[in-house]
């Protein structure tokens, strides 16, 4: 599998359904609610899912696919497998906030290979293949080389889940302390993105799902940065965990977090 011709195909695959939500029509966003506290899905997450899921199967027909919004999750640990956030941002798009993006991830038996993550608002394709390096618009993006004191933490307050929320504002208030401020943009991916390309220096949510990080997680190392659970230890892709990333200088951060 030539992975380089490959990303290029699902790059267009991504940027054609990211139009879906750039378009939509926002009379009609048949709002409804999902597990969880304040955590809502709209017509146009399930449009996505299924037109990425179309366009992925003619793309690459030998990737099982796995996108947040199907009922039921094919296991990622064997094969070739797409594991796909249709809007990661839903909040975002619901208030027309304009920071929410599709994220895909390629893995290969468990193991992220590619990641493509699309921000139809801002035009910014973010890709990278294992080994290979990241890239935002076809341009080479390299984590900060600026220490925690002069940089920006970007956090996820894990807002769907009320029993960590107390523990993330607990960390944030401590490592605030020692930076220079705090950035929530409400899409953990774009989040991820910002550190892989130097516009933050650390991120940290104490709960996310896999398609949040498969691809950003993938995006941040080959930027130069260590993306890992905040407890250390690998990210998991056929369960939730908790996400730390941060560039070079500041990926000892984690050893204090929880
Ligand atoms: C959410 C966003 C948000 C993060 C949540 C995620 P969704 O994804 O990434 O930034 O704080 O934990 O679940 O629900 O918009 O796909
Ligand atoms: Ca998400
Ligand atoms: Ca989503």
């Known amino acids: 599998m030539d992975l380089k011709e490959l990303i290029k195909k699902i790059e267009e695959d991504a940027r054609f359904c990211g139009q879906i939500f750039y378009n939509a029509d926002r009379s009609s966003l048949d709002i409804s609610s999902k597990e969880g506290q304040n955590n809502f899905v709209t017509k146009y997450d399930k449009m996505v899912q299924e037109e990425i899921k179309k366009r992925l199967a003619v793309t690459f ?41 599709i994220s895909i991830a390629l893995l290969k038996d ?83 993105c910002a550190v892989a390309c130097g516009r933050a220096e650390m991120f940290f949510e104490l709960r996310l799902c896999p398609w949040d990080y498969a691809a950003a997680g993938l995006l941040v190392k080959e930027a130069g940065g260590a993306a890992h659970r905040i407890e250390g230890g690998d990210l998991t892709y056929d369960r939730n965990c908790s996400v730390f990333a941060a560039n070079a200088l500041c990926k000892d951060e984690w050893k204090n977090m929880v």
């Open 61 to 101: 027909p030998d990737a099982v696919f796995v996108g947040e919004e199907e009922a039921e999750h094919a296991p990622v640990d064997k094969g070739w497998v797409f594991v796909v956030d249709p809007i990661d941002g839903t909040a975002n798009f619901i208030r027309d906030f304009h920071m929410s993006c």
């Open 110 to 192: 468990g193991d992220p290979v590619l990641g493509v993550i699309y921000n139809p608002y801002a035009e910014e394709m973010f890709t990278a293949i294992k080994g290979e390096g990241a890239f935002l618009n076809g341009e080479p993006i390299h984590v900060s080389d600026k220490e925690l004191s002069g940089g920006f933490i970007i956090f996820g307050s894990a807002s769907y889940y009320d029993d960590i929320r107390d523990k993330s504002y607990e960390i944030l208030s401590r490592y605030e302390k020692k930076a220079l401020d705090t950035r929530r943009s409400g899409s953990a991916a774009l989040d991820m």
